[in-house]
Nanobody
Framework: QVQLVESGGGLVQAGGSLRLSCAASGRTFSSYGMGWFRQAPGKEREFVSAINWSGSMTYYADSVKGRFTISRDNGRNTVYLRMNSLKSEDTAVYYC?????????????????????WGQGTQVTVSS
């Protein structure tokens, strides 16, 4: 089971930027897709973005397209989420997830059930 640790959350003003990081344990990081989800109070966990094992394919929710960028560094076992032009509605706990059940899969991702391993989450609060 891979261990995932998120960092980089915090309080930012609307219009500002943050970069989230997710460090993964283990030697097989480069073989599986990674995703970011978020959950606001009283709401269901929702898909934000995902990236396939090689980094050649990326996916975004419509609500963040053009503002957020996902990337990965397989040499550092880390996936990133760069968030620009933040809005108050982006406030949530952000979770990193790994699709460890399907190595080298390059299809689309957008559901929590696509991912087998999850981090503890990092809080992002955007003040208006």
């Amino acid at each position: 089971q891979v261990q995932l640790v998120e960092s980089g959350g915090g309080l930012v003003q609307a219009g500002g930027s943050l970069r989230l990081s997710c460090a993964a344990s283990g030697r097989t990081f480069s073989s599986y897709g990674m995703g970011w989800f978020r959950q606001a109070p009283g709401k269901e966990r929702e898909f934000v973005s995902a990236i396939n094992w090689s980094g050649s394919m990326t996916y975004y929710a419509d609500s963040v397209k053009g503002r957020f960028t996902i990337s990965r560094d397989n040499g550092r076992n880390t996936v990133y989420l760069r968030m620009n032009s933040l809005k108050s509605e982006d406030t949530a706990v952000y979770y990193c997830a790994a699709d460890t059940n399907h190595p080298y899969y390059s299809g689309s991702y957008n559901l929590p059930r696509d991912f087998a391993s999850w981090g503890q989450g990092t809080q992002v609060t955007v003040s208006s």
